[in-house]
């Protein structure tokens, strides 16, 4: 892998990790506005759901530190 396209992936994989984290706190915002209106229905899916997506920002995360350990070990 070039330095190039390491550095393209990191950038892709940063993104991603800010997305998720975008749609994680919709979501927070989502349940916690249904859980005060009374509704507790919502709560598990969405701590599901939530959790998956801790799971892929760790994924990604690995995924960063990865090429970059790669990427240096080259120089």
Known sequence: ???RGGSTAIDGAI???AI???IQMWLLTATLESHLAGHAEPILPAAII???LFAASGGLFLF???IDTELRSKN
């Open 1 to 3: 892998m070039t330095r």
């Open 15 to 17: 993104a991603m990790i």
């Open 20 to 22: 998720l984290l975008v």
């Open 50 to 52: 939530s959790g998956l």
């Open 64 to 66: 960063i530190r990865r």
